[in-house]
């Protein structure tokens, strides 16, 4: 695709016209020289399920202020099994952004089978099946794993086979947080071949979530995760990824730290491993090595607490305050509070740029409070990798945020700049299009989009938001 200048007509919610206009005749016109046009950008991983509920962050201005017209959100295995309610819950109560849903494994498996940590049984996983079934009919576009996450981890790759081929045989498509992107479990190499043979033996499209090298143990490893990738495209599977453009991941402490076997059960159980001394002793050594795959205590900065006096603090500064050893330090953390939100440091521009270059890897801000990737990732994407660094080119970084992952999450007619298409267009300033968001201030919203057009609306005009609800809640 390259750029072209050309006019743009948009009739009601759609894009009517797209070519040289001699005389024009429209109720508004907007002047784009100088100026980019482009189709609104769409991410395929967010965290807005609860946001695009709440009156006061439905808009979801900070996606609208980065270009971001359509969010994908349920990922992870965290999606919702009652996909029609929550579509109607957004339609009744208005959208800022359009947003389509994918129903989470890890809800459907604790709602059947709780934390437990066993394999299905007939029964179980019969209802499983059923729950999924009917979120696809309500409308969902696919469904998610958290497979890193518990209880998602507590399945088998059997199990998520035998899910994900009620996905298909709807036509959805299957997204994955996978095992580990790290050397935890089967390793990050491990990790894809599982995500492989789950496209290859259920005939679904896979799509890796927050695609990365997490960890000095795997940094170097993209170039052997994109050919084994390649290889499977070439033998017909359907393997797609995305990615954030930071060298921090955004998680919990829990998760970075804990191994899962000590969460089995739920919270309850944990707090009784912590009280067993020798239990205790196994899990601060294992916490430990985890902490190290991350890059030790400095690597690992608190973003979101229900103590305040604990965000934007590391680790390390923590345990010096408490006189305690970093992991013992993370122990009391989670007794006190139950989990935090962190920033943990672990990758390394090499791999990013080299994952971020493949074409079948798309922009997706995986966006969770207190990491700027939620403000920022779009125009930073561009700031940084496309106009600076000189990464990629414009056009591409415009696909990949926009025409193939519509394409990926099979959105009907969104995505482009063309007749018939639905008007979610973004017109921005490429000298100043930037993210503002740092891991200080995570919630400064970006700059440089002068106008954001989601369904025929201007819901950015002139780079302010004009308080339009234009999204709408899509179904498959
Ligand atoms: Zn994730």
Redesign the pocket.
Known sequence: MRARRVDVGVRGDRIVYVGNIKRMQARRVIDARGLIVAPGFIDPHTHTLEDLSDPNRKSNVNYLMQGVTTVITG??GGGPIEIERTLRRWEEGGIGTNAALLVGHGTVRRQVMGMSDSAPTEDQLARMKELIGRAMDEGAFGMST?LYYAPGSYARTEEVIELAKVVAAKGGIYDT?MRDEDSYSIGLLGSIRETLRIGREASIPVHI??IKALGREVWGQSGAVIKLIHRARVEGIEVTADQYPYTASGTSLIAALVPRWAEAGGRDQLLARLADEPTRVRLLAEMERNLQRRGGPASLLITSSRDPSLRGKTLAIIAAERHAKPVEAALEIIRELGDVGVASFNMNERDIENFMKQSWVVTGS?GSTGHPRKYGTFPRKLREYVFRRRVISLPFAIRVSSALTAEIFRLPQRGRIAPGYFADLIVFDPQKVADRATYEQPELLAVGMRYVIVNGQLAVEDGRYTGALAGRALRR
């Open positions: 990922n992870d958290g947080h979530s927050h995986d």
